[in-house]
């Protein structure tokens, strides 16, 4: 049966395009490349690469970006669960971290590029009353050298992202009572959780972590975007080696492409090894029965930090909005003095054509993805265990992106493969599947069995239990999970930009290539096209099983 | 609704977890009759019912041969067997209408659907709530339907995994009556799986006690 080769399907899919492409990485990073005149194996490439001027920075951003943006977003994240409570604001503030899942990386990181720069929206709206500045301050604060607006662009996006994972693990873990049980032995709540519950839940996100990690220290958008210039970081300064007219830096770019696969494992050891060190030393600080301390403090910080990153890409998204309307808008003034559809008229016959083909790409990629999704999931319910391999599907996540999707360049030009359009889906594919199968995989493995054998006693066969019980009972997960993958999609920027060869324009590779231009006004237009996207479909998600059950009322809250 | 007049036939029956039996069962039931078994939680119940519906986990060793309709449905899949079932909660398909619900379990041959349905509502008292959301009607209501439900579907035997637990006392009398009478004349062999002392003595069955 077919269902029983899915499993098998989704491991050659995911695995042997990443392994492939590691492989091809190395080897013209060791000089062997017959097809650029590299017929034997020679340390030149790293000779080469060691020499680049600025390297050891580059290096360096990136294994701390991959750290602190990390480090930064779990603390937030533990710190904001742990003083959480059923109130109106932690509930607010929970239901609105669900949408920045959705907002691409470039969109969120333009936003707050528009935010945060000299002329931007703040110095707008402090200026000139707080700060006396007339002109814009001549300050490096977009693209510091530092890469501190770096981390902060990608803790908007990977703070929500480990939220909603905690979220999505807390359930099996019955938080409630363990605090309190720890609050009955005097913790004061805070205190409790930390202490009780969160020991618990870090093994559960601990893949989501290293994700987190493996993101953020080889990311090229949000690099391209806030990232230092000069040099850049070692993922975007390998794009440009692989970019380079003289075919000769390839193998260059490949030395770089395996140098970042081992800042990423560096960046994944030294996190491990922190680990291991809080384990011993948590250990005491659980045990050493202190009962409370600095609650105060931790609350200001753990809900603070929260508002903070939702405001900003809020407000990021509203300048983004205000930028691609404005016409006359001097320095200090916070709001433009005109406003225009201009900017709008011109980008629209632009538009088009990259927004089909952006939602050519998700929704065949998203399509592949449930079906794999729906298949493997169906297929461990009928075989009633779980199948172990799947935990491969993070490794699209933990490889970095320029690591092997180098190496796969390399493999299909010698194969003189160029069947652009399905491999770019392809390559979302291995993006997508992983975020979809993730979304999913919870609401179809807890839902009730006893459905599918009532069907099955009432008569029907399992495929029928599937597509009359199972399927229509679940719509709203599944349609979740769609809505989730059409994201994922919609703001890949690499493997579109690699896999196309460059001739594919998707709304994403367009924004990011307008930042070097610096039109804010065209750059707003495109940004908000990306970022409105992945929300319609999220939208779309959330009100089609309202609108189609609408005469159930027993369909009406997630099942 | 049609009568069979086989009995099932649960032939030397041994449910096995490693080296532990759980259950072990040899026994005949009549149509028309309900067999009660009850004992401890743990004691191989839910195990028993599960094998002769066809959902056993294969991490239990089972032996013996069911039979049915004078077939051997032992190794058939839950699905094939004639065997419906009876849930502790009424699980009517909350994306279903209610007359959907009762269509959804009928047999494909059944030609004159809609007119069965409407007399099977009216027989238990609720005529005309075919078009209704099954989430709108009471517990009472709800645990009618999918009696009428399990019946429409033609089952040759039927088991009941406590039933009538999740019924407060009055609703339960009530329903013990209905679904023991319907049983009854529709000639169907029944399990009865319970706690409850005055289900097994409602039942009028023979009753075997699990250890």
Known sequence: MLLRLTPV?????????????????????????PALGGESFSLAPWRELLAQPGLARSVGISLASGLITTALSLAVVLLFLAVAADTRLDRWLRRLVSPLLALPH??????????????????????????????????????????LSLMLGLVIKELPFLLLMSLAALPQLDAPRRVALARSLGYHPTTAWLKGVAPALYPLIRLPVY?????????????????????????????????????????????????????????????????????????????????????????????????????????GLIGLALYSVAGFWRFPDALPTTLTPRHWQTALPALG??????????????????????????????RGRRTATLALLYLPLIVPQIAFLFGLMVLLESLDIRARLPLVILTHLLFVLPY??????????????????????????????????????????????????????????????????????????????????????????WALVQAILPLLGFIL?????????????GMQGAP | MKTTSHPLALERIRIALGTKTLVEIDTLIDPGEVLTVMGPSGAGKSTLLAMIAGFLDPAFEARGRIWLRGRDITALPAEARGVGLLFQDPLLFPHLSVAGNLRFGMPRRVKDKNARIEQALHDVGLAGFGSRDPATLSGGQQARIALIRLLLSEPAAVLLDEPFSRLDRQLRHEMRRLVFDRLHHAGLPSLLVTHDHEDAEDAGGPLITLA
């Open chain 1, 9 to 33: 399907v989704v491991l050659v899919l995911l695995v042997v395009p990443i392994l492939a492409g590691v492989a091809m990485a190395l080897l013209p990073a060791f000089g062997y490349l």
């Open chain 1, 106 to 147: 470039a969109a969120a990181a333009f936003g707050l590029a528009f935010l945060i720069a000299p002329s931007g929206l703040l110095a707008r709206l402090f200026s000139p009353g707080l700060t006396g500045w007339e002109q814009p301050p001549d300050w490096l604060i977009l693209q510091d050298p530092w890469g």
């Open chain 1, 211 to 315: 994700a987190v990690i493996a993101f953020a220290s080889s990311v090229v958008d949000v690099a391209m975007i806030l990232g230092p210039t000069l040099p850049p970081t070692l993922a975007v300064s390998v794009l440009e080696w692989f970019h380079d007219p003289d075919l000769a830096k390839r193998f260059l770019a490949a030395a770089g492409a395996v140098l970042q696969l081992g800042v990423t494992l560096a960046a994944l050891l030294i996190w491990w090894g922190l680990e291991c060190l809080t384990r011993r030393l948590g250990r005491r600080w659980v045990e050493n029965g202190r009962r409370r301390g600095g609650e105060r403090w931790l609350r200001l910080t753990g809900r603070g930090f929260l508002i903070i990153t939702t405001l900003t890409a809020g407000l």
């Open chain 1, 353 to 382: 054509g990259p927004v089909a083909t952006t939602l050519v790409i998700a929704t065949s990629a998203t399509l592949l993805a449930m079906l794999l999704t729906l298949a493997a999931l169906e297929h461990e319910q009928r």
């Open chain 1, 436 to 525: 979809v199968f993730l979304s999913m995989a919870e609401s179809y493995r807890h839902f009730d069995p006893r459905w599918t054998r009532l069907a099955l006693t009432l008569g029907h066969s399992p495929n029928a239990a599937f597509w009359r019980v199972r399927l229509p009972m679940l719509l709203a997960p599944i349609l979740t999970a769609a809505a989730v993958g059409m994201a994922v999609s919609i703001g890949q920027y690499l493997p579109t930009l690699l896999l196309g060869g460059g001739r594919i324009a998707t709304v994403t590779t367009e924004a990011v290539s307008l930042a070097s231009g610096g039109n804010r006004r065209i750059i707003g237009v």
């Open chain 1, 541 to 553: 998600a959330m009100g089609l099983p309202r609108l189609l059950w609408s005469h159930r009322r």
